[in-house]
């Protein structure tokens, strides 16, 4: 599980917030360019995904903001199929200063091909909006993990099937998703302008 895995704190944005992931996925940057809006953390030997990304506010209510974010991550993908598993959940927090953070949760599952190549692999998504209103942000927290790997794909040449099998339960997956929901912390607002 999750709990029994080294978790570490990791930077976000020159140190202006922080998310909580595994030890074992490493920083994208620290190999190649990322937009200055996302972080990518990645476990290579497993394809499993963090993403931490900035975005401007939606016009959607917080009720649909999951499944929109969701729907466009799969067009994004060119996903050849993608279905939710869970409900929409959302949720408030309000701060000292009374300012409200929404939370809006959808999981579900897409048919992607990495590279552009024929063999697609199905993976799982989950995703959290954090909706940020009083500075006009949705944080979009996204682990990415494969369930169903095409043997011809080039995820199968990469990835070690004895640690994803290891690491690509529902429920294990679920517990890295919810730590890295729970921890992100913003320390210095001003990223936000």
Not at 37 to 54: K, N, P, R, W, Y
Not at 74 to 102: K, M, P, W
Not at 103 to 127: C, D, H, M, P
């Amino acid at each position: 599980m999750a709990g029994e895995e080294s978790q570490v704190a990791r930077g976000l944005y020159g140190g202006a917030a922080t998310v909580m992931v595994p030890a074992r996925f490493k920083d994208v940057s620290d190999a190649r360019q990322i937009p200055d809006h996302q972080e990518v953390f990645v476990a290579a030997e497993t394809d499993q995904s963090v993403i931490v990304e900035l975005v401007e506010q939606g016009d959607m209510p917080l009720s649909e903001a999951a499944t929109y974010y969701f729907d466009n991550l799969a067009t994004d993908n060119s996903a050849q199929a993608a279905r939710y598993e869970s409900d929409v959940h959302t949720s408030t927090t309000v701060l000292e200063d009374g300012s409200e953070i929404g939370y809006s949760q959808v999981v579900g599952v897409q048919t992607i091909a990495k590279f552009n190549e024929a063999n697609a692999n199905e993976v799982r998504v989950y995703l959290c909006c954090i909706r940020l209103a009083h500075v006009t942000t949705d944080v979009l927290i996204t682990l990415n993990t494969p369930i169903d790997i095409d043997p011809e794909s080039c995820v199968a040449e990469t990835v070690d099937l004895v640690r994803w099998q290891q690491h690509s339960s529902a429920q294990y997956t679920q517990s890295i998703f919810d730590q890295a929901v729970s921890s992100f912390g913003v320390s210095d607002w001003s990223l936000f302008g």
